[in-house]
């Protein structure tokens, strides 16, 4: 039988390292994290799986389904991250306490008001709500569809934009498990935290939030920092899509305000970040590729 060296890619290898890191701090915190067995456990099995289809293809196992244990091992990184997303916040408060005060009053300071309560006061039309909550969805087109492209008609990039693109949300997951800010959808408390009735997508996102949402991650926003990654990525591998993706992206960022997800600080703190994180990815990627 044929063998050949176990090969992880980029994106698998910097899964792992999150998986390790993580797992390290769920030990060091293991008497005030709420199940923390079943976070390891979570984690040793999705490590196992990396390890183990990374070994079947190397032994040439199910040489027939190659095709499908590749598109597989691209999508397992990404998958995950509807998982990694909400547990963060079972591990935002061992440091830290809620944040948010804080943000309100940079918030204030800075324009005078609230903005996240103001924009959809000033602008309550269902047209409105359900142009933010697409853009708001649009996330979703935007990020999957580009590492999908990728992955279907440019191979020779599909490996940095994984790489790039799930690394981008493990850098937005460390902050959100260190600093606990919940965002105005959840510090305000009802009516100031309700959102103008639109049409199908508020109805969509408004399902999502209910059963995937959690009182985590809004600063810095990794809705707004990493789109604005993937619009980088775009420019630099896919410049005939930019002209679809800008558009989209600027309903994205005033969305985030609209529905109350983020504070402005929240936006301003995701194009910052997503300007550090992305080139230092971009380096991180060659000395692991290499």
């Not at 040489?63 to 963060?88: G, Q, V």
């Not at 935290?193 to 969509?204: A, I, Q, R, S, T």
């Not at 993937?230 to 896919?238: L, P, Q």
């Amino acid at each position: 039988m044929n063998r050949s060296p176990i090969r992880l890619s980029p994106v698998e290898k910097i899964t792992l390292c999150y998986i390790c890191i993580t797992a390290v701090y769920s030990c060091c915190f293991a008497g005030r994290l709420s199940c923390p067995y079943m976070h390891l456990g979570v984690r040793a099995a999705a490590a196992a799986f990396i390890l183990l289809t990374a070994w079947c293809e190397a032994r040439k196992l199910f040489s027939a389904w190659r095709p499908a244990t590749a598109a597989i091992r691209y999508i397992f990184p990404f998958a995950m991250l509807s998982y990694w997303y909400p547990e963060t916040y079972y591990y935002n408060e061992l440091i830290f306490s809620n944040l948010d005060s804080y943000f309100v009053a940079a918030d204030q300071a800075l324009f005078g008001c609230q903005p996240s309560l103001e924009f959809s006061r000033q602008a309550p039309h269902p047209w409105v709500s359900e142009l933010m909550y697409f853009g708001y969805f649009s996330y979703f087109f935007i990020f999957f569809g580009t590492a999908l492209l990728c992955y279907l008609r440019r191979k020779e990039t599909a490996d940095r934009a994984a790489f790039l693109f799930v690394g981008s949300f493990f850098c937005y997951y460390f902050v959100f498990i260190v600093f606990p800010v919940t965002g105005p959808q959840f510090y305000f408390a009802p009516p100031l935290n309700e959102v103008p009735d639109g049409y199908l997508f508020c109805d969509v996102m408004r399902f999502l939030q209910a059963t995937a949402e959690k009182p985590t991650g809004a600063f810095p926003s990794s809705h707004v920092g990493v789109t604005f990654i993937v619009i980088m990525f775009i420019y630099r591998h896919f410049r005939r899509l930019l002209p679809w993706a800008l558009p989209l992206f600027v309903v994205l960022v005033c969305s985030t305000v609209y529905i109350k997800a983020h504070y402005v600080i929240d936006v301003m703190g995701g194009f910052v970040s997503a300007a550090l994180i992305y080139p230092l990815l971009n380096r991180l990627y060659r000395i692991i590729d290499s």
